[in-house]
């Protein structure tokens, strides 16, 4: 199959990269495994945003795991989408929770969550964490549970 004849756009074509925020460049290929629950797993080393007060740079690592439905994030344009944050100015959970929501619109998944090990910053480290089950699903108590057993990252 085509990369077209999936939906995929950004693939094999020069990169543009966006100045700010762009959650359009989002792409979803279909999940050759649905009835299948397995993680997936993104680390994104690189991730920088701005400090919406100062407009200094901030640095993190964005760790996203998810257990895929129908729909699957194409790798390319999540990365193209996380550069996009690079002129943003949002705080740190912000953008965990801006991250989570946009790749829950795009592919509506069992299960997800996303967690930003941001450097530090006068001499304070930040780790938000966010996350999400399907209501009404066992993906929705896994979510709860995840969220109350959290333990400190970094």
């Not at 649905?34 to 007060?53: A, G, H, K, M, R």
């Not at 194409?74 to 193209?80: A, I, R, T």
Request: glycine fraction near 6%; charged fraction near 30%; include cysteine.
């Amino acid at each position: 199959m085509k990369r077209e004849d999936e939906g995929l756009q950004l693939l094999g074509k020069k990169t543009e990269y966006k100045s700010d925020y762009a959650p359009e460049v989002l792409e979803a290929f279909d999940n050759k495994h649905p009835d299948n629950d397995y993680w997936v797993q993104f680390n994104c080393p690189e991730f920088t945003s701005l400090c919406p007060i100062t407009g200094q740079p901030d640095f993190a690592e964005i760790r996203i795991m998810y257990i895929p439905d129908r729909k699957m994030v194409e790798s390319k344009s999540l990365k193209l989408y996380l550069f996009s944050f690079r002129n943003h100015g949002d705080f740190h959970e912000d953008c965990v929770n801006i991250i989570m929501k946009d790749l829950i619109r795009l592919m509506d998944p069992k299960y997800i969550e996303v967690t930003g090990l941001f450097l530090p910053r006068g001499g304070i480290s930040i780790y938000p964490f966010a996350n999400y089950g399907r209501p009404g699903t066992k993906y929705e108590e896994l979510a709860v549970c995840r969220l109350e057993n959290k333990q400190v990252v970094g």
